[in-house]
């Protein structure tokens, strides 16, 4: 007779009574609740619950201070507006709608970071205080069967968290008025601009349509960005022209309006946005 096979009730208690050596069930799971797999299993447990605690404390500053770094943002769009003549009061709004659609998208995302990781971790508490239960009040048999359950759930939801993980992404803004020009004066095209020490100039070209934005970069050098002309026209501190830069050099598979140009402090490198809320943003170097 085989003895790992359940057998009826007539084999147990007629043929089979004089079997020997027969280890009852409360003998089978003696010691499970001391066993290295039970202190192994809720170590895991109480780590991955605290990883989840410090990831969403991590997720909550991050919220908090990226809401503080838009209301920067946009108390310092306000100061620069007295900085600029009434030509660039349009393009203070447009700046505003392109902050609040970005602090939509980004706390969206963080919303559902936020809904994503507590249910987690209310799964791993939840496993937790079953099975600390299972430790303190249960029978070594419900131990070992509540063992046995969470441990084949698990890596599932080690999986589920893992994917949340990947996905976070820190993020922050900050916003920096460039004062090397003060003065801005656009007549269709001609661009005045005079230095922040007094001295300006004034440039013409035929390739130049609508310079809503300028930008200077580390070795003084002045980018005017031609909105309608698609362009961009490099001048030297005192207004040489040195170079037109199409769009098309850039890439050639972008058909908006160039809007915004702002150099990376101390590099070549610069953003360029467009004149939409939902436009591209490349991210571009001077050669």
């Known amino acids: 007779m085989d003895h790992f096979q359940s057998c009826c009730t007539v084999c147990a208690t007629v043929h089979h009574r004089k079997c020997e050596h027969v280890v009852t069930i409360d003998e089978a799971v003696s010691g499970v609740k001391i066993s290295s797999n039970a202190q192994e299993l809720t170590k895991k447990l109480i780590k991955r619950s605290k990883k989840i ?3 969403i404390i991590n997720r909550n500053q991050n919220t908090t201070n990226f809401k503080n770094e838009i209301d920067i943002v946009l108390v310092e769009i306000a100061n620069m507006r007295k900085k600029l003549n009434d030509k660039l009061d349009k393009l203070e709004n447009e700046i505003r709608e392109q902050v609040n659609s970005t602090r939509q ?3 969206h995302r963080q919303s559902k970071e936020s809904t994503e990781l507590p249910v987690l971790e209310n799964t791993f508490d939840h496993w937790k205080n079953i099975f600390e239960a299972c430790l303190s009040q249960g029978s070594e048999i419900q131990c070992l069967v509540k063992m046995e359950e969470i441990s084949r759930i698990m890596p599932q939801f080690e999986n589920d968290l893992s994917k949340v993980v990947k996905e976070i ?4 803004v900050e916003f920096e008025a460039t004062n090397n020009v003060s003065n801005i004066e656009n007549v269709d ?3 005045k601009l005079e230095s922040a020490v007094g001295k300006g100039f004034q440039y013409n070209h035929s390739n130049l349509s609508d310079p809503y934005n300028q930008e200077i970069d580390e070795e003084g050098n002045i980018y005017v960005v031609g909105y309608s002309s698609n362009n ?3 001048l030297t501190p005192t207004g ?3 170079r037109i830069i199409p769009l098309s050099d850039i890439d050639n598979t972008i058909t908006g309006c160039p809007w915004v140009m702002r150099f990376r402090r101390n590099t070549n490198r610069f953003l360029l946005t ?3 809320s939902a436009g591209p943003v490349l991210v571009c170097g001077i050669e």
């Open 53 to 55: 605690e410090a990831i």
């Open 105 to 107: 998208k980004h706390l």
């Open 169 to 172: 992404k820190n993020i922050s």
């Open 189 to 191: 095209h001609s661009i």
């Open 232 to 234: 961009i026209h490099q």
């Open 240 to 242: 040489e022209l040195i």
């Open 274 to 276: 467009f004149h939409a």
